[in-house]
């Protein structure tokens, strides 16, 4: 291995580690290692010069330089360090000719990108390992890793009392995940305790480039300030890449090629996109991640660091092109949210789930700029089709939040996306018990869907209302439902028709017509099956309900099992934690005491997670019920307390009743 070139975007610490490495090994070449610096030399043409310079090697009057090198080199045992060659790269045949015709000669280079010489072995530097955000944040624990130790490193070399305590050591944890564990913006902010509290630097990072500032006066320039650390890089990329550079800042949480394809166009026919992209993966100016097994994916996820896209974001802005690319933005994600609607409730659920929850920053993104600049066309259309996946993944306050603010802007002309968010709106509602609200939303929905012949989604706004009432009115929950079945069958919905069946199931089963229920959930199940759909999880919970009726504990168990595989496979959360709490029941029913609490507690994390409050009440009172069994009276005391006063203000007879 005779060249090595150490990568990595700004601010890694490359030139550190190529200086502490070649230290290292100075004993190892007898004929020298010697360093040669770069940052100022402005034309390939002196690349020679330097390393004549370095090595103390006289540049003949009128002969050759290459030559002069090749002779002073000779068969001699040299390590070359060559530092920063990125703005440099058509002088990398100088290299690949010394290489050729030395044969113990060396070479260590620090470049933001590979040079591509045949033989060349790239180390790419990642940035320190940082604190992880469940690390707790105890002295002892967070000088265990790299970033923390660095930064407290040069702080002490700045502020010589200063110290890790219980106090400052969650802010100096979040500084180095804010940070990103790279080195040059660590030192940068570690300068600042002389002045500020670890806490008071954490409050400034959302503006970094501008606090990270003053690094030491033996430093480059470029690198007594993070800004001009990546300005460097930025000023070496031709127009196009710096054009996709600045406009990559829009994205949120990373991107794909599809995404870039649809927004990164500046409106010339000399530009592709996936070669720009892999450029600036190459100069190290993105990240990419690989495709996750199983994934229908040949390319990846690309991202950019924090530190990196604030300076891409600030040149977006500066350039003029900010607006028009934020609402290009924005409206592909709108296009991508309706995209996952129409999927949801086939057999690429799984996957568009999947999709989602990758795209979900881009996603709140795309919302929040729709709402602060009043687009409320845009902003019902994301809200809009994002509630079945706010719903399955249990986003359900943050859900209604989003809604709320969509359907909150002025009127929009189409009824359809205010329909659809209206709906959206009203399932969330009744997620969380806010029957009420549910009742307005669905019923305003209803009205809306009608209005413009709907009928899917005026049978969804009934079956919606008609699982509102099911366990307090069977009759009129069982006539919505019946008129929602009606709409379906005019329309074909077969997907539809299994969801209604089985919701006639659960009153049926509620009323404890055993035959019936059973016979309505079979036949969503069928249908289910036969479709390969995810929402099969729901007929098993039903069916496993049906079974425990019928005193069957075996096959309600079984159920159970097979409604939490789909779930989990899922990551639907919210019948999750009812399986769950139904597990719970069971197991405790059958004496397995042990299963049922731990089935028991993982259910009321979730419902705590959910803000579904009917849940939080029924897994207090089985709390209550084991506090009981185990004569922990005091206890129980409490925890039927907490249930019934939740039961109060749901006004659910049931919890009250138990």
Same mark, same amino acid.
């Given at each position: 291995?005779?060249?090595?070139?150490?990568?990595?975007?700004?601010?890694?610490?490359?030139?550190?580690?190529?200086? #502490?490495?070649?230290?290292?090994?100075?004993?190892?070449?007898?004929?020298?290692?010697?360093?040669?610096?770069?940052?100022?030399?402005?034309?390939?043409?002196?690349?020679?010069?330097?390393?004549?310079?370095?090595?103390?090697?006289?540049?003949?009057?009128?002969?050759?330089?290459?030559?002069?090198?090749?002779?002073?080199?000779?068969?001699?045992?040299?390590?070359?360090?060559?530092?920063?060659?990125?703005?440099?790269?058509?002088?990398?045949?100088?290299?690949?000719?010394?290489?050729?015709?030395?044969? #113990?000669?060396?070479?260590?280079?620090?470049?933001?990108?590979?040079? #591509?010489?045949?033989?060349?072995?790239?180390?790419?530097?990642?940035?320190?390992?940082?604190?992880?955000?469940?690390?707790?944040?105890?002295?002892?624990?967070?000088?265990?890793?790299?970033?923390?130790?660095?930064?407290?490193?040069?702080?002490?070399?700045?502020?010589?009392?200063?110290?890790?305590?219980?106090?400052?050591?969650?802010?100096?944890?979040?500084?180095?995940?804010?940070?990103?564990?790279?080195?040059?913006?660590?030192?940068?902010?570690?300068?600042?305790?002389?002045?500020?509290?670890?806490?008071?630097?954490?409050?400034?990072?959302?503006?970094?480039?501008?606090?990270?500032?003053?690094?030491?006066?033996?430093?480059?320039?470029?690198?007594?300030?993070?800004?001009?650390?990546?300005?460097?890089?930025? $000023?070496?990329?031709?127009?196009?890449?710096?054009?996709?550079?600045?406009?990559?800042?829009?994205?949120?949480?990373?991107?794909?090629?599809?995404?870039?394809?649809?927004?990164?166009?500046?409106?010339?026919?000399?530009?592709?996109?996936?070669?720009?992209?892999?450029?600036?993966?190459?100069?190290?100016?993105?990240?990419?991640?690989?495709?996750?097994?199983?994934?229908?994916?040949?390319?990846?996820?690309?991202?950019?660091?924090?530190?990196?896209?604030?300076?891409?974001?600030?040149?977006?802005?500066?350039?003029?092109?900010?607006?028009?690319?934020?609402?290009?933005?924005?409206?592909?994600?709108?296009?991508?949210?309706?995209?996952?609607?129409?999927?949801?409730?086939?057999?690429?659920?799984?996957?568009?789930?999947?999709?989602?929850?990758?795209?979900?920053?881009?996603?709140?993104?795309?919302?929040?700029?729709?709402?602060?600049?009043?687009?409320?066309?845009?902003?019902?259309?994301?809200?809009?089709?994002?509630?079945?996946?706010?719903?399955?993944?249990?986003?359900?306050?943050?859900?209604?939040?989003?809604?709320?603010?969509?359907?909150?802007?002025?009127?929009?002309? $189409?009824?359809?996306?205010?329909?659809?968010?209206?709906?959206?709106?009203?399932?969330?509602?009744?997620?969380?018990?806010?029957?009420?609200?549910?009742?307005?939303?669905?019923?305003?929905?209803?009205?809306?869907?009608?209005?413009?012949?709907?009928?899917?989604?005026?049978?969804?706004?009934?079956?919606?209302?008609?699982?509102?009432?099911?366990?307090?009115?069977?009759?009129?929950?069982?006539?919505?439902?019946?008129?929602?079945?009606?709409?379906?069958?005019?329309?074909?919905?077969?997907?539809?028709?299994?969801?209604?069946?089985?919701?006639?199931?659960?009153?049926?089963?509620?009323?404890?017509?055993?035959?019936?229920?059973?016979?309505?959930?079979?036949?969503?199940?069928?249908?289910?099956?036969?479709?390969?759909?995810?929402?099969?999880?729901?007929?098993?919970?039903?069916?496993?309900?049906?079974?425990?009726?019928?005193?069957?504990?075996?096959?309600?168990?079984?159920?159970?099992?097979?409604?939490?595989?789909?779930?989990?496979?899922?990551?639907?959360?919210?019948?999750?934690?009812?399986?769950?709490?139904?597990?719970?029941?069971?197991?405790?029913?059958?004496?397995?005491?042990?299963?049922? #609490?731990?089935?028991?507690?993982?259910?009321?994390?979730?419902?705590?997670?959910?803000?579904?409050?009917?849940?939080?009440?029924?897994?207090?009172?089985?709390?209550?019920?084991?506090?009981?069994?185990?004569?922990?009276?005091?206890?129980? $005391?409490?925890?039927?307390?907490?249930?019934?006063?939740?039961?109060?203000?749901?006004?659910?007879?049931?919890?009250?009743?138990?």
């Amino acid at each position: 291995m005779r060249l090595v070139t150490i990568t990595g975007t700004a601010g890694t610490g490359k030139t550190r580690l190529s200086i #502490n490495l070649a230290a290292s090994l100075v004993n190892s070449y007898p004929d020298g290692v010697f360093f040669v610096p770069l940052a100022t030399v402005t034309s390939p043409d002196k690349v020679a010069s330097a390393i004549a310079s370095a090595l103390q090697a006289s540049e003949p009057a009128d002969g050759s330089l290459m030559m002069s090198l090749q002779q002073a080199i000779g068969a001699k045992q040299i390590l070359l360090v060559i530092d920063n060659f990125e703005h440099l790269p058509t002088a990398a045949p100088i290299l690949a000719e010394l290489l050729a015709t030395c044969p #113990n000669f060396k070479l260590l280079i620090t470049s933001r990108a590979a040079l #591509n010489l045949s033989g060349e072995h790239e180390y790419p530097l990642a940035p320190l390992p940082i604190p992880s955000k469940d690390t707790p944040p105890r002295p002892d624990e967070l000088l265990g890793y790299e970033s923390v130790a660095l930064f407290m490193d040069r702080a002490l070399e700045v502020s010589p009392q200063f110290t890790v305590t219980l106090r400052n050591a969650r802010s100096i944890a979040e500084i180095c995940r804010r940070l990103e564990g790279l080195p040059l913006a660590l030192e940068l902010a570690a300068a600042r305790v002389k002045v500020l509290s670890p806490q008071a630097i954490l409050s400034r990072l959302d503006r970094r480039l501008h606090l990270l500032v003053g690094g030491r006066s033996d430093l480059p320039p470029r690198q007594k300030a993070l800004e001009t650390a990546i300005a460097w890089s930025y $000023n070496l990329l031709d127009e196009a890449e710096q054009f996709m550079f600045r406009t990559l800042s829009v994205f949120s949480g990373g991107f794909t090629i599809e995404a870039v394809e649809r927004i990164a166009q500046p409106g010339n026919g000399n530009f592709e996109p996936l070669t720009i992209v892999a450029s600036l993966l190459n100069k190290s100016l993105l990240t990419r991640s690989e495709p996750a097994e199983g994934e229908d994916d040949d390319v990846g996820r690309f991202g950019m660091l924090e530190t990196l896209k604030e300076y891409a974001w600030e040149r977006l802005v500066e350039s003029g092109e900010a607006e028009s690319m934020t609402r290009l933005h924005a409206l592909y994600f709108a296009e991508f949210a309706e995209t996952f609607m129409r999927e949801s409730n086939g057999t690429r659920q799984p996957e568009f789930l999947n999709y989602t929850d990758k795209e979900h920053d881009n996603l709140r993104t795309a919302m929040r700029w729709s709402i602060d600049n009043g687009e409320g066309e845009i902003a019902l259309r994301l809200a809009g089709s994002l509630g079945i996946f706010w719903e399955r993944r249990g986003y359900l306050t943050e859900g209604r939040r989003w809604l709320g603010q969509a359907l909150a802007l002025e009127s929009v002309d $189409n009824l359809a996306s205010r329909a659809t968010a209206l709906y959206s709106s009203g399932i969330l509602a009744l997620r969380q018990r806010d029957h009420v609200e549910a009742d307005r939303l669905l019923q305003e929905s209803r009205a809306l869907y009608q209005t413009t012949g709907n009928k899917e989604g005026q049978s969804n706004a009934l079956s919606a209302l008609a699982v509102m009432i099911s366990d307090s009115d069977y009759e009129q929950a069982v006539q919505l439902h019946m008129e929602s079945l009606e709409l379906r069958r005019q329309i074909g919905d077969k997907a539809g028709i299994a969801r209604t069946s089985q919701n006639l199931g659960h009153v049926k089963m509620q009323q404890a017509k055993w035959e019936e229920a059973s016979a309505l959930t079979q036949e969503a199940h069928a249908i289910y099956l036969e479709m390969e759909s995810p929402a099969i999880a729901y007929t098993s919970y039903v069916l496993a309900m049906i079974a425990w009726g019928q005193a069957d504990t075996q096959a309600a168990l079984e159920r159970f099992e097979e409604c939490l595989e789909v779930c989990r496979k899922t990551h639907n959360g919210w019948l999750t934690a009812w399986a769950l709490h139904g597990l719970s029941e069971l197991l405790y029913v059958r004496q397995q005491y042990d299963e049922s #609490n731990r089935a028991l507690d993982e259910a009321q994390g979730l419902f705590t997670e959910l803000g579904d409050k009917l849940g939080v009440a029924n897994a207090l009172v089985g709390r209550g019920r084991e506090a009981y069994r185990v004569l922990d009276f005091v206890l129980a $005391n409490r925890l039927y307390r907490e249930a019934l006063e939740l039961g109060r203000q749901l006004d659910n007879h049931g919890i009250i009743g138990s």
